[in-house]
């Protein structure tokens, strides 16, 4: 056995072999702050779902089509056209269950489709 070296993520701790993969990871990682979309957790946000294409946001109250990270990740067409949703807006609010994290896993396994 050897022992090796690793990078680990400075926010979800993950560990990587090869310092560029965690580089690119840092910056796509769900927990980096950079990464908290205010937008995820608010009940403005409305989703919608084509037939055909990758999911995209709207939020009503600031009339703006936003994306996320993980479409910057992907780089999905939406990004040349959407803005990037903010960490902070000042007319967020939350009047459901759903969370950040359920969306995030629902966005995860169903972005691309
Ligand atoms: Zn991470």
Known sequence: M???QAYKCDYCEKLYKVRGT???HEKYCRLAPNNQHACLWCSNLQKITPIDGPIQ???PKVHKSFHTYV???RNLKCVAITERMPLICELYENVSSLTGADLM???QNN???
Do not use: D, G, S
């Open 2 to 4: 050897k022992e090796v």
């Open 22 to 24: 965690c580089i690119r």
């Open 57 to 59: 946001f709207y939020c």
């Open 71 to 73: 479409a910057e990740r």
């Open 105 to 107: 896993e629902y966005l």
């Open 111 to 113: 972005y691309n489709k």
